[in-house]
């Protein structure tokens, strides 16, 4: 596993205080941490020059009270989430829907109409968002949260995948063993097992790089 940069980490804790319309002040208060625990004057010594990490303790605060995993977090490293000019959300229909034709190019790019709008931030080209409807993805994944998903940063075993097959079934799982010929999903829960795929069923595999709940 790779490991994390200084910076990529304090970019990190900026995209989530971006995300939440909260300076870092605000957001460590909803941690219950001190309000200068993410404060730039934290991250460096202007004396020494030596740069600062947040505690391991903070992170783990950080991420309880947004509801963010570490995957999704380790993603906010990768771009920055400051949105584009113009830019005001990632196209959104609900997770039902995406196993129905026309709203995906081969690639597993968003295409076509019936698309609404969410809020998102900014991490990466062809993002859309998918919201789950009903309770199969419980207790991960509840009723009404969105699944932010990127076709085009290259998901990696553990992370979570939305995958399409060429039959239309759209799955949810973590990413697991990937051979020339199969890949493997696991179950999010653990219980229900693990699917099999040939190459040739899937249509496309997309890492989910976020979660809105």
Known sequence: MATLSHGEIWRAIDALAERFDMTPSAMARMAGLDPTSFNRSKRGSAETGHARWPSTESLSKLLEATGVNFSEFAALTERSPVRAPGRRGAPLIDLAQAGKDGFFDEAGMPVGAGWDEAPAPDLGEGLFALEV???????????????????????????????????????VRELGRVTARSIELLALDRVSGERLLSRDEVAWIARIVWVSQ
Do not use: N, Q
């Open 133 to 171: 409807t009903g309770d199969d993805l419980a207790p991960v994944y509840r009723d009404g949260d969105r699944l932010l998903v990127s076709p085009t940063l290259e998901p990696r075993k553990g992370d979570r995948v939305v995958t399409r097959t060429h039959g239309g079934e759209v799955l």
